[in-house]
């Protein structure tokens, strides 16, 4: 153990920790996918359940995860193993939904890229008809998920494009990474904080504004507003993904757990109000240019950030430079937790094979991801997107939570966790925490869990046919399918557990 601990990888220091784990918190869940679910549930109705979810669940799980990795300095298969072998199989369902989201995630970055481009075009090229130009010239969007459409060069070449520079920032382990995230971290927070000042002095602004933080008890008894919630602050946390277990693992076995916990929720969930002043306050001043109300002004869903927030930037003075400022804040906000999403695959692999080069396993990583999103750059990969985002952050991601929990919080022990933080820790966690793991958790994340099956198995995911489904379906099966292969068949001692 002794020695296992001196020949891992480390961070350089605390504060390059922190701000990897702040990297990989922040991204495209705050200013892509925060503000359009919010818009989606109405503004002020979903930051109750947000917050809620973010304090009783969200917190206490970042806090296990960092501690379950210092602890048990392993990524997320080591870990589980290390309390029970049978639960290895857990870390490989964290790394496949790493790689399945980063899959479609450096297809978004791809997006960004392109409008980077476009931004330096005078007039924009999306001005007047932002939806038209994210449908046929970004996405070349076929009529529907059946019509597979073909490959739209741009986007290989802009996902060639993003995945060359992640796998520059992975390619020695945390060494790159640390040096990368000293600029990709601090800087979408000063470019955002210049697009909140343009957004709030708007005409009509106070009234977005107005429509966001205005709270709505009424829609508090929906469960799927709950269930959104819920995804949302593990999808902007980057928990039950293993990552942060992985991130975790590479600092010394004494280091303090809870307050850089809280750092970072603070300044995830900072990022994602801010970016909300940003959209509301833009989408303010669109309802008042086109006199509509506003949750009339654009259509919610994934092209908010991408459709409408274009064209009301295109209605600026200084159009394009403000244009570029946000789609490059939109690339490196996200490059960060790309390429941790990348290192929770890679640290897997890594602890698993510990001779191949460091180098080699991200080149690998890095292609095979470049491959499998090119299913997101044809014609019907929006659709794609939609199902297999729908499945796999509805379930397996839920599941990876759940189980996560009962293993640490009743095999493990929460006590005997918490025993360990505190111990490292200079602000001390109470009794809360164990109830939290032991209980809220896995019982509110189960019941809505099965809430949402009985939805999806009453009426298919957004009317999508069979075949679509089952797809969804396919990819939560195959890789659950393995983990309980790896529960049951018997296998070689772990690397860990032959020294
Ligand atoms: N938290 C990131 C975001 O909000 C996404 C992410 C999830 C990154 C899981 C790493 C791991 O965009």
Known sequence: ???????????????????????????????????????????????????????????????????????????????????????????????????????????????????????????????????KFFANNVLQRSAGIGDIGSLSVALVVALAAVWIAIFFCVFRGVKSIGKAVMVSMPLPFILLVILFLRAITLDGALAGIAYYIRPDFSLLLSGELWLAAISQVFFSLSIGFGVLIAYGSFNPLRQGITRNAFVVALADTGLSLLAGFVVFGVLGHMALVQNVPIEDVVKSGPSLAFAAFPQALSLLPLAGIFSLVFFVTIFFIGIDSAFSLVEGVTTVVRDRWRRIAVPLVAF???????????????????????????Y?????????????????????????????INSVSRMKIGRWWDVCIRWVIPLSLGILMAMQFITDIRAPYEGYPQWAQAIGWGIIILPLAIALLMAFLPSRPSPAAQR
């Open 1 to 131: 153990m002794v020695k296992l601990a001196e020949q891992r990888a480390r961070w350089d220091s605390r504060l390059i920790f922190l701000f990897a784990a702040i990297g990989s918190a922040v991204g495209l869940g705050n200013l892509w996918r925060f503000p359009y679910i919010t818009y989606k549930f109405g503004g002020g109705a979903f930051l109750i359940p947000y917050l809620i979810i973010l304090l009783a669940i969200g917190i206490p799980v970042l806090i296990l995860e960092f501690a379950l990795g210092q602890k048990m300095q392993q990524g997320a298969i080591g870990s589980f193993r290390k309390i029970n072998r049978r639960f290895s199989g857990l870390g490989f369902l964290a790394a496949f939904v790493c790689f399945v989201v980063v899959a479609y995630y450096a297809v978004v970055m791809g997006w960004s890229l392109i409008y980077m481009l476009g931004s330096l075009h005078a007039p924009l090229p999306w001005s007047g008809e932002p939806e």
């Open 392 to 420: 796999v952050n509805s379930y397996l991601l839920v599941a990876v939570g759940i189980v996560q929990c009962i293993l640490v919080g009743w095999v493990y022990g929460a006590e005997k966790m918490r025993n360990y």
């Open 364 to 390: 690998i990583v890095c292609g095979i991801g470049f491959i499998s999103g090119l299913i997101f750059t044809t014609g019907a990969g929006l659709y794609f997107f939609d199902i297999i985002d729908h």
